[in-house]
Every structure is written in C-alpha cells, then in structure tokens.
C-alpha cells in the first residue's frame, strides 16, 4: 500500500510518500513543491496543482492524505493555504471517485443478491465505472472518474444495463403525450440511455428492449433524450446507418437545443470554431461541415409505448 501525504501551502507545499510491507513503514520520497512571492495567487496555486498531480502520476498512490488547517488569528495566511489545499484535493479527486465507486460497487452487489438480480446484470451495469474511466484518460490524460454524478444512479439501483441498453426508473423531466397518454413533468418514467463501446446494433437494441421490459414492466412510457435522436443526423448519415435505424425505434416528441452532448460525444471534446474539430471519421468530417455552414446539433426526446 502506497500512501501519500501532503502539508498544503502556497509558498511551500511539502509532500512525503510511504509504502508498507508487512509491518514496514518504508520512504520512497518526500520533498517540496516551492513557489516565489513574485508571482501572483493564481500561479502559486497552479504550481502547486501541477506539482501534486505529477506525483500523483508518477507514483500512483492508493490513498492521499491532506493536513488539516488549524489558524486562530493569522486570517490571511489561512484562506492562501486554505486555497492551496483546495488545489491539492482537486489534484487527486477523479482517482478518488475511481476508487470510491469501486468499492460502492462491491456493497451494492450484496444488495443485488438479497434482490434475487442475476451476476450479469450486475456486472453488465457496473461496467460504466471501466467505460467512464477510460472516457476520463481519453479527455484528461488520467484514469479516474470525473461523472461522478451519473455512476450515483447504480449504486442507488435505480438504473440497470440490460443488454446493449440501460434502463433507469425516474421522473420525466418532460411533459408529453403518446397515443393518448399524457405524460407530465414528475411522473414516473422509464428513461433509456446508450452506454459507449459497442455498435448500436438494431436487433440487439430490440432484444435489450424486451429485456427491459420484463424488468421494469409494461406500464410506464419507455422514453429516451439522446443526441442519437437528433432528426437532423440523417443530413450526416448514411441511410442505413446503424443509428438511424436506432431512432426508428422511437416517435420523436420534441427538438431542443439546451446541451451540445451531440459535439460532445461525436468529437469528445467541445470547441468554440469547428474549424478546430477533427476530422477521423466520416462522421466528425460531416458533423464539422455541417457546424461550419452554421449548423447545429440538438437532442431529441423519443417515446416508446408501454406495451
């Protein structure tokens, strides 16, 4: 086990890293990160972000711990090394999640047990911790977890990967009606969601929809708001494209355009020029040139019936 300890502060941040072995507290380093009172806040604080996330990076620690700050009457001192300790937590923070939800994920199995919810569901759902992991290295250049918000739903078993698909039970942030039934803002749904990594294969949409079915029920409007939905897709995309099939699937209720999760996941990355956007795929080639004739790209609101 590998530890690191951090004493926060702005002018000089020491550090020191230990493993055990066996009953052996063994050093591995220890040193401090400096700054000079000719810079200014913002690049003391940044010296110090980048020194702890390099150490972070190069000895990998399992666990971090940072001092307490005890000041009775030096304020000033207090709120720099306060911030200098907000930087230092920040540094470490995805990895922490990483290994938070890991072990959530193992407490929330015994639950699936008492449930009676077979092994591959719960292994099927909980694989979005090695999904979203790899989408953190992908876009910050460090394994760890930065949706921290979204992986809450599957501990609390509130969200299901059921096949190709997951399926989460919750209120509709929407207000609609499909073949007589209205839904409102509140009301029970259930709101399907696309996990990254495998095609979105038609008939294995389908057979997870089934599944889906005969996990949550037929009573509640099966809903999905997904770029994937996006009508304006078919200007970008093959008709026989395998997400276009996928939005078949669903009668489209309503546009919006409040979030770019469309540029977002097509490029995995936001820019403010699309001229800056990649051009890898067929796709991100069309969905630049689309952005640049002043295109935009939305998310649609699809509903399945119940039954």
């Known amino acids: 086990m590998r530890v690191l300890g951090i004493d926060p502060g702005t002018g000089r941040c020491g550090f ?11 050093p591995i380093n220890y040193g401090v990160i400096e700054t ?24 990998r620690p399992h666990f971090m711990g940072v001092e307490s700050l005890y000041f009775n009457t030096n304020i000033t001192t207090g709120i720099e090394v306060a911030q200098a300790r907000g930087v230092i937590l920040l540094a470490g923070y995805r990895q922490r999640f990483l290994y938070y939800y890991c072990r959530l994920a193992c407490e929330t199995y015994e639950k699936y047990q008492r449930e009676g919810i077979g092994d591959r569901v719960f292994f099927d759902t909980f694989s979005d911790i090695a999904v979203w992991c790899q989408v953190c290295f992908r876009r910050y250049g460090e394994y760890g977890i930065q949706e921290y918000e979204w992986l809450w739903r599957h501990v609390e078993m509130t ?5 190709r698909l997951q399926f989460e ?6 207000e609609f009606e499909y073949k007589g039934r209205k839904t409102a803002v509140g009301d029970p749904v259930i709101s399907i969601h696309i996990p990254e990594g495998q095609p979105l294969d038609p008939e294995a949409c389908r057979e ?6 005969k996990f949550w029920g037929g009573e509640l409007p099966y809903v999905c708001h997904s770029w994937l939905l996006f009508p304006g897709l078919k200007e970008l995309l093959d008709e026989k494209s395998n ?8 009668e489209i ?4 355009f409040q979030f770019r999760e469309g540029e977002e996941r097509i490029f ?9 956007y990649p051009e890898n795929t067929s796709l991100q080639r069309n969905a630049r040139k689309y952005l640049k004739q002043g295109g935009r790209l939305g998310s649609g609101l699809g509903v399945i019936a119940a039954d």
Not at 36 to 59: D, H, P, T, W
Not at 159 to 163: I, N, S
Not at 208 to 213: K, P, T
Not at 268 to 273: H, I, P, Q, S
Request: aromatic content about 10%; hydrophobic content about 40%.
């Open 36 to 59: 000079f009172k000719e810079q200014n806040s913002l690049e003391r604080l940044n010296i110090v972000y980048e020194g702890v996330a390099e150490l972070i990076e190069m000895y």
């Open 16 to 26: 020191g890293i230990v493993e055990k072995h066996g009953n052996r507290i063994v």
């Open 169 to 174: 039970k919750t209120e509709s942030l929407w």
């Open 208 to 213: 997870s929809l089934d599944m889906g079915r």
């Open 268 to 276: 995995d990355c936001l820019m403010e020029d699309p001229e800056k």
């Open 253 to 256: 209720q309503s546009v919006d």
């Open 243 to 250: 997400i276009l099939r996928f939005q078949q699937m669903f």
């Open 159 to 163: 969200l299901f990967r059921l096949g």
